[in-house]
C-alpha cells in the first residue's frame, strides 16, 4: 500500500538502513503480542521505542496527527 510505503520513507528519513531495524522491533512487538502479521500498532510501537527524542516520537508517521490514534492497522508481512 503506498500510504504504508510513505510512512515507512517518513519514519527512516529515507534511510534505507533503518529499515531493518525498525521493522524488526516492529515484528518483535508482533510476536510478543501473539500476532502472526506486523500491524499498523507494531510499528508505531517501535518507532517510539527507536526513537529518545520526544518530539521525533510525537511526530511518529504510524499515528495520526490530530489523536495520537494509529493510523490504518493493515497487515504488513506474516511471520512464520
Known amino acids: ?5 510513505l510512512n515507512l520513507h517518513r519514519a527512516t528519513s529515507g534511510k534505507i538502513g ?3 531495524r525498525l521493522l524488526g522491533k516492529a515484528a518483535e ?3 510478543l503480542d501473539g500476532a502472526r502479521t506486523v500491524q499498523g500498532n507494531h510499528l508505531a510501537r ?3 521505542r527507536s526513537c ?8 511518529n508517521p504510524f499515528r495520526t496527527p490530530d489523536s495520537g490514534k494509529l493510523r ?7 511471520i512464520n
Not at 490504518?72 to 506474516?78: H, K, L, S, Y
Open 1 to 5: 500500500e503506498m500510504r504504508m510505503a
Open 18 to 20: 533503518y529499515l531493518p
Open 29 to 31: 512487538t508482533a510476536l
Open 46 to 48: 517501535a518507532y517510539d
Open 52 to 59: 529518545h527524542d520526544a518530539a521525533a516520537r510525537a511526530r
Open 72 to 78: 490504518g492497522d493493515t497487515g504488513m508481512t506474516t
